[in-house]
């Protein structure tokens, strides 16, 4: 726990004191906690540090009130840390909130405001951050201890805020604040961001934080030499107002710091931190080229690593080699999908090209970018579903900094809207205490929909053998041979037990994940022509299926899982908590259609295993069944076969 007075606090401006509620004669002198909620996976990770909420402490203490902070994270008993620190501070008011646009995680606030509320029942809890501005109402409701709530940005209306508490002249006229009685969204933003104070980061012991290993959910963060980095919000909001975007700052436009305040921020920054690695945490780095040009320019001499969020249509060539030549380790880029009718109902405002010509470049250059594909649109389909799939596993290089997501419709955005209006979302507070499952507003159908999550999961960032060949064995095994594209070396993954598979092998000369799913080194158009000679004049069933197995037939070949053909599995597929009734539009049956419908053909594309066991049964309960298929003799079939 810190207590630091507005002596501590860095480039505090007179238009920014003129711009806040002052303490005077008329206010009584109260002790306030701001608090930062636990975040920190275990005691060695590093979380995303909440620039905005260390900005809103340093705006507290600017005004000269008392302000003490405390970081829960780091302690081994946080919620005594906490009760003591109220008690012996003689604390009046507490605030504490979240602010990073994609997390919904109410627990840790809820936590913070039970125990405070329990320790000292009259004490005053105030939250801010994105849960609040994103859906101020539901918000409320899930967190019972909150007695106000802060829309939007708090350096303002917290000061407005605390005047009001010292006054006793709290009410609804104060914008930007919702309590249990009432709500004033109206709020002003800050238009020049250079006249706040620099972030409180030591009030929250930042330099703690730079003492852990880097790791975020167990993932090292592997693209810098350190894991000092110190986070630098130089603009807020964004030039776009995507659809699936829970704005952190609510409506507001774009704004930024002037280049020389952005430097004297670093500076300052550098004096008290050891840190390597800046990162331009935000919506979105830089607006104008020009701008980012001259930020690499000043940033060069530093000789540190840096990181950025940029978008496709504001970055040339240029700029991403100068970015790179002055440190620049990795861009955050949004790319969303790779279907521009999606980006388009996204308003995105960018193409499928714009981000390729960026790619490309950055590639060539040995930028690294990162970014994730979002499924779930209201104009997705499964071709548009397809489409961005297939362009991702064609990017090969970007697949381990590309990553597949599901959009949630996150409180705040246009689709959360959408969904609330039309129904979708029926009670708000629950669907924020469910944790914003997943929910269809797309055109993929339900079924198909719900199993997108599972399968994108199997899909495995795992190079490709170049010049493959797949040749199948007589027990339904199958081998790949082909050239590692990273030794080189021509290998054989030999006994691959099943042809369609989602986990990778190791390159047995250099150790990488090779990819061992036979059915993608396939020659599509042989396996559909192989396929179509063995349904010529039969009926056929593929039997065994899965939502894995039905995308890569769907893929490779088409043919099976067309209206010709009926699909089956012998137990309900379930997947969280639906259960599938159809795949691709298509009706998913028992095995008793077998006899119903005359089927004398059946394809198994699954292990040898289920293909035995299926064999089995057809001799026991379907003696109509002619012909058992196993997927893997499709690379093979031909008419001597099928007269057989």
């Known amino acids: 726990m810190i207590a630091k007075n507005k002596a501590d606090i860095e480039n505090i401006t007179p238009e920014f004191l003129s711009m806040i509620k002052l303490p005077d004669e008329r206010c009584k002198a109260l002790n306030y906690l701001l608090v930062i909620p636990q975040m920190a996976i275990d005691d060695n990770a590093q979380y995303y540090f909440s620039v905005d909420f260390a900005t809103i402490s340093a705006a507290l203490k600017a005004s000269g009130r008392n302000v003490y902070t405390l970081n829960l994270n780091y302690k081994k008993e946080p919620l005594d840390i906490l009760k003591q620190c109220v008690l012996s501070n003689g604390i009046d008011v507490v605030v504490t909130g979240w602010n990073f646009r994609f997390s919904f995680r109410y627990q840790p606030i809820q936590i913070i405001l039970d125990t405070v509320r ?98 975020w959910g167990g993932a090292v963060n592997v693209t810098t030499r350190s894991e000092r980095i110190a986070y630098v919000s130089i603009s807020r909001s964004c030039i776009n107002n995507c659809t699936f975007c829970s704005k952190t700052y609510g409506n507001t436009s774009f704004r930024q710091m002037s280049i020389d305040n952005i430097f004297r921020l670093i500076d300052w920054i550098l004096r008290q931190y050891p840190v390597d690695v800046i990162w331009l945490f935000g919506e979105l780095s830089f607006s104008e080229t020009s701008f980012a040009l001259e930020f690499c320019r000043r940033i060069k001499p530093y000789q540190l690593q840096w990181k950025a969020e940029i978008r496709a249509d504001l970055v040339t060539n240029e700029c991403l080699l100068a970015m790179k030549e002055s440190g620049c380790i990795r861009v955050f880029l949004g790319i969303e999908s790779a279907d521009n009718n999606v980006l388009n109902s996204m308003q995105k405002n960018i193409t499928v090209e714009q981000v390729d010509k960026t790619l490309n470049y950055a590639e060539n250059i040995g930028l690294c970018i990162e970014g994730h594909l979002i499924i779930g649109d209201i104009e997705e389909d499964l071709r548009s579903f397809f489409r961005t799939i297939d362009w991702w596993q064609n990017h090969q290089a970007l697949s381990t900094t590309i990553f597949l997501r599901m959009i949630r419709l996150f409180p705040g955005s246009e689709l959360y809207s959408y969904a609330c209006r039309s129904g979708k979302i029926a009670d708000r507070v629950q669907y924020i205490k469910d944790g914003c499952p997943y929910i269809n507003l797309s055109k993929i159908p339900d079924d198909d929909y719900y199993t997108l999550p599972a399968l994108m999961r199997t899909f495995q960032r795992s190079d490709k053998l170049n010049n493959a060949i797949v040749q199948s064995q007589n027990d339904y095994s199958v081998s790949i041979t082909g050239q590692c594209p990273h030794c080189d070396e021509v290998i054989a993954l030999n006994n691959c037990a099943s042809f369609i598979r989602t986990k990778p092998k190791a390159c047995p000369a250099c150790g990488n994940l090779i990819s061992a799913n036979a059915i993608e080194y396939c020659n599509a158009l042989e396996m559909s022509r192989n396929a179509e000679v063995l349904l010529k004049g039969s009926c056929t069933a593929v039997w065994a299926i899965t939502p894995n197995n039905f995308y890569w037939l769907q893929k490779i070949i088409p043919l099976l899982t067309s209206d010709d053909v009926v699909i089956i599995n012998k137990s309900d597929i379930i997947v969280s908590n639906h259960t599938i009734k159809t795949l691709g539009g298509k009706a998913i049956f028992t095995p008793d259609i077998i006899s119903k419908n005359s089927i004398d053909t059946i394809i198994v594309p699954n292990s040898r295993e289920v293909f035995n066991s299926i064999t089995e049964q057809c001799r026991n309960e379907f003696q109509n069944v002619k012909r058992i298929v196993h997927i893997t003799e499709l690379l093979k079939y031909s008419q001597n076969e099928v007269n057989k």
């Open 118 to 215: 329990e320790v000292k029942p009259k004490i005053i809890t105030v939250v801010g951050g994105i849960m609040i501005t994103a859906d101020p109402e539901a918000a409320m409701e899930i967190l019972q201890n909150a007695d106000y709530g802060i829309i939007g940005e708090g350096e303002i209306t917290i000061n407005a805020l605390a005047y009001a508490i010292e006054s006793s002249t709290v009410s609804s006229d104060i914008g930007g604040i919702v309590s249990r009685y009432w709500i004033n969204k109206t709020w002003s933003a800050v238009s020049d961001l250079n006249i706040l104070p620099f972030p409180d980061y030591e009030g929250f012991e930042y330099s703690e934080m730079l003492k852990k290993s880097g790791k």
